[in-house]
Nanobody
Framework: VQLQASGGGSVQAGGSLRLSCSSPGRTLPYVVSWFRQAPMKEREFLAAISWHDSTYVRGPMKGRFTISQNNAKNTVYLQMNNLKAEDTAVYYC???????????????????WGQGTQVTVSS
């Protein structure tokens, strides 16, 4: 499964961005997730979406980040609102075969990763 993330950029605090993850080879039962990695910090999980449109957003991101996908299931979006300076990071999308409840998705590492897209939020 090949993945390509796009949509990053520079935005002022309080602004919004929508990231896209193109995965033309994606099939059932691949789950697509979003991660980010800030300088000097570990990569952190943000959200995941299953083939059947189930979603899971990590607690601290709820209310600001939304994950969705197109009807063809080959593009996954991460809508980020009310961005803060601490959201500055490189954002990655990833995919893995997974059939369980998405609340357990963080227990397994993705098999495939896309290149990152930089998001910079200025205060």
């Amino acid at each position: 499964v090949q993945l390509q993330a796009s949509g990053g950029g520079s935005v002022q605090a309080g602004g919004s961005l929508r990231l896209s993850c193109s995965s033309p080879g994606r099939t059932l039962p691949y789950v697509v997730s979003w991660f980010r990695q800030a300088p000097m910090k570990e990569r952190e999980f943000l959200a995941a979406i299953s083939w059947h449109d189930s979603t899971y957003v990590r607690g601290p991101m709820k209310g600001r980040f939304t994950i969705s996908q197109n009807n063809a299931k080959n593009t996954v979006y991460l809508q980020m609102n009310n961005l803060k300076a601490e959201d500055t990071a490189v954002y990655y999308c990833a995919a893995q075969k997974f059939r369980g409840p998405l609340t357990y998705i963080e227990e397994e590492k993705p098999s495939y990763w896309g290149q990152g897209t930089q998001v910079t939020v200025s205060s």
